[in-house]
């Protein structure tokens, strides 16, 4: 979805290099998420935002840092990256919603990083 | 984990056949979705269907979901060799945690 931007698209680093990945948005969403998809693991969610106040960590929150810098910019941060962190990395967003139901998710179209 | 598992893992059709896939998950839901991966790309929306719905069609998709055995299936019908793709089954909890489950996916390669 042209809307839901990351960059960039492919990145190789070694180990204990700080990275660095960036999602924007013109869908004027709220909410935004941080992925990272293993082969044969499905989508396991990093770090998710409800608004520029609102951080929360995900299920696998350790070694990954985010900061919400505007409401249409999400960046993950690998402050010390190592082999096991390489995965493929998405950004999603979605609509404000009330009470519980959560609406569907806008996924970018993903960063493929490698860590040697 | 709440994760939801797809069943089978991977599924191989000829066009124009019918793709069942099947998604099992273990607590209450609100929700359950369903998207759809080309292969190394972004995931794509299909469909939503709450808890109090049983059946929702969109086009040539058709999702169930019993929520008595913590179910749900995608029927796909006349599939096309544009629909190989990965399918993965979402779920959003009734209570607890404030984001989706992705299940592992569902591999369908539909041979022209």
């Known amino acids: 979805d042209a809307d839901v931007t990351q960059t960039p698209r492919n990145r190789i680093t070694k180990t204990g290099k700080r990275i660095m990945l960036e999602c924007s948005q013109t869908?004027?969403?709220?909410?935004m998420y941080w992925y990272r998809q293993d082969p044969g693991l499905g989508l396991r969610l990093i770090y998710y935002s409800f608004d520029v106040k609102d951080i929360n960590k995900g299920e696998i929150s350790d070694g990954y840092s985010v900061s919400r810098q505007a409401q249409a910019k999400f960046s993950l941060s690998l402050e010390s990256a190592i082999p096991n962190q390489t995965a493929l990395y998405f950004c999603?967003?979605?609509?404000?919603?009330?009470?519980?139901?959560?609406?569907?998710?806008?996924f970018g179209p993903g960063t493929r990083l490698t860590v040697l | 984990s709440q994760q939801g598992e797809e069943d089978p893992q991977a599924l191989s059709i000829q066009e124009g056949e019918n793709a069942t896939m099947n998604c099992s998950y273990k607590?209450?839901?609100?929700?359950l979705q369903w998207y759809r991966q080309n292969s190394g790309r972004g995931l794509v929306h299909l469909i939503l269907?709450?808890?109090?719905?049983r059946e929702k069609h969109s086009g040539r998709l058709r999702v169930t979901l019993d929520t008595s055995k913590k179910s749900s299936s995608l029927l796909i019908t006349a599939s096309r060799a544009a629909d190989t793709a990965s399918y993965f089954c979402a779920t959003a909890l009734e209570t607890g945690a404030n984001n989706l489950f992705f299940g592992t996916g569902t591999r369908l390669t539909v041979i022209p």
């Open positions: 269907i709450r808890s109090n719905e």
């Open positions: 607590t209450s839901i609100n929700n």
């Open positions: 869908k004027g969403h709220d909410r």
């Open positions: 999603a967003t979605s609509d404000r919603t009330s009470g519980r139901s959560w609406n569907e998710q806008f």
